[in-house]
């Protein structure tokens, strides 16, 4: 069956950096985009970013532009999502997900992932 697996996740402070991985099994890893959600406490789960299946294009929530960047290695069945100049706002939980829409533009909507990671715990503190 398909299995998305996050690591990476952690405590640290405002300012510092974390990448966080997602390794995926079960599926053909190259025909699905993929993407990073996260949930704060109390909140919904909400866009982070996302790659097309080749890596060629990339999407990210206003939120979060400029600060990280994903990628993906499709040779190791590997996704990824650098984390840079973290906030407090950052803190949650990381959710990877595989869609497997073959879009112009990967998809930044929950309801297009069909396959979903148990998440890592990411927190920032000031």
């Known amino acids: 069956q398909v299995q998305l697996v996050e690591s990476g996740g952690g405590l640290v402070q405002a300012g510092d950096s974390l990448r966080l991985s997602c390794a995926a099994s079960g599926l053909t890893f190259s025909n699905y985009a993929m993407g990073w959600f996260r949930q704060a406490p109390g909140k919904a789960r909400e866009f982070v970013a996302s790659i097309s299946q080749n890596g060629s294009s990339t999407n990210y929530a206003d939120s979060v532009k400029g600060r990280f960047t994903i990628s993906r290695a499709n040779a190791k069945n590997a996704l990824y999502l650098q984390m840079n100049s973290l906030k407090p706002e950052d803190t949650a939980v990381y959710y990877c997900?595989?869609?497997w829409g073959w879009g112009p533009r990967p998809s930044e909507s929950l309801g297009e992932y069909d396959y979903w990671g148990q998440g890592t715990q990411v927190t920032v503190s000031s």
């Open positions: 997900a595989a869609d």
